[in-house]
């Protein structure tokens, strides 16, 4: 069975390059549903706390949320960090504290002081669901990702990889050697 969580991600972008309106930035409010595959967590009764895909997920996608997104090589990406510079605001500001872990992956990296992602690709639907399903991989058993944005929409599904041990009181995956990171439940 699965179960699935959504995020809202407010954003700005363009197309470097297309040749239509979206080459013009812009903003979006994007919707991005993971669903994560397993048995069922007979202690809880779920597959897998929603709040706790949510989180694990926010954590790092946050850096999306009043982001500017931009390709590695838009020529707008010099101009708007000379600009931040000029305010001071380029490594951070005192009311920008929804900030998420800083990453790098071969598709993206974050720059949270300056609320920018740089990625390797064009960001559309499809580049974001490459992104998100890198950046999460390893910590969520993904069996599938949809990410809507303005008219544009796309979805992706995974082989959902090996059971994770859970613990029957959180329904949260355990650690290494067998301990709830949230209650201390050992196996
Ligand atoms: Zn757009
Ligand atoms: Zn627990």
């Known amino acids: 069975m699965r179960s699935f969580t959504t995020l809202d991600l407010q954003y700005a972008h363009r197309f470097y390059g297309f040749n239509g309106e979206a080459q013009y930035l812009h903003g979006h409010t994007g919707i991005l549903t993971i669903e994560v595959e397993d048995s069922v967590n007979m202690g809880v009764n779920m597959v897998f706390p929603c709040n706790e895909i ?3 997920a926010w954590d790092v996608l946050k850096n999306f949320d009043h982001a500017l997104v931009l390709r590695e090589d838009d020529p707008l990406l010099p101009a708007i960090l000379a600009v931040y510079e000029e305010q001071g605001i380029k490594d951070g ?4 504290t929804m900030k998420g872990e800083a990453f790098k992956t071969d598709l993206a990296t974050a720059y949270p002081d300056s609320r920018l992602v740089v990625t390797k690709e064009t960001m559309t639907v499809e580049g974001m669901i490459k992104i998100v399903y890198d950046l999460l991989k390893d910590k969520l058993n993904i069996a599938k990702i ?3 944005s303005g008219v544009n929409a796309a979805s992706e599904e995974y082989e959902p990889g090996n059971e994770k041990a859970r613990c029957p009181l959180c329904g ?4 290494e050697d067998g301990t709830c ?3 201390g439940y050992k196996a």
């Open 172 to 175: 949260i995956a355990l650690d």
């Open 146 to 148: 949809t990410f809507t």
């Open 54 to 56: 949510n989180k694990t």
């Open 181 to 183: 990171p949230k209650c």
């Open 93 to 96: 500001s005192p009311t920008n």
